[in-house]
Nanobody, 119 residues
Framework: VQLVESGGGLVQPGGSLRLSCAAS????????MSWYRQAPGKERELVAV???????????YYADSVKGRFTISRDNAKNTVYLQMNSLKPEDTAVYYC??????????WGQGTQVTVSS
């Protein structure tokens, strides 16, 4: 099983980034996919979730802090989940992690990608 994040980097406040998470080794469309983030000295927090193609196609959830600025999406044909991040703020600086939750099937984490918002 692999979850490989990409797309992180340094961006100025107000800018945009798109994170990608390429999955392999499990039945991607059976898993809810999420993005979490962890800032230095803080606990890991949930950013966004998109439900599996089997249980609830297209249903999403966002943390209040990113609602209206971030969009999570998935491409089941490519086994990839995305996080489009717009209007980035310095407080969005964190390591962003991809997570796959198959409930009784198990769950998996990616290695993380650094996002830094700074002028």
């Amino acid at each position: 099983v692999q979850l490989v994040e990409s797309g992180g980097g340094l961006v100025q406040p107000g800018g945009s980034l798109r994170l990608s998470c390429a999955a392999s080794g499990f039945t991607f469309n059976s898993y809810a996919m999420s993005w979490y983030r962890q800032a230095p000295g803080k606990e890991r927090e949930l950013v966004a979730v998109i439900r599996s193609a089997i249980s609830a196609i297209g249903i999403t959830y966002y943390a209040d802090s990113v609602k209206g600025r971030f969009t999570i999406s998935r491409d089941n044909a490519k086994n990839t989940v995305y996080l489009q991040m717009n209007s980035l703020k310095p407080e969005d600086t964190a390591v962003y992690y991809c997570h796959a939750d198959g409930f009784s099937l198990g769950n998996y984490w990616g290695q993380g990608t650094q996002v830094t918002v700074s002028s």
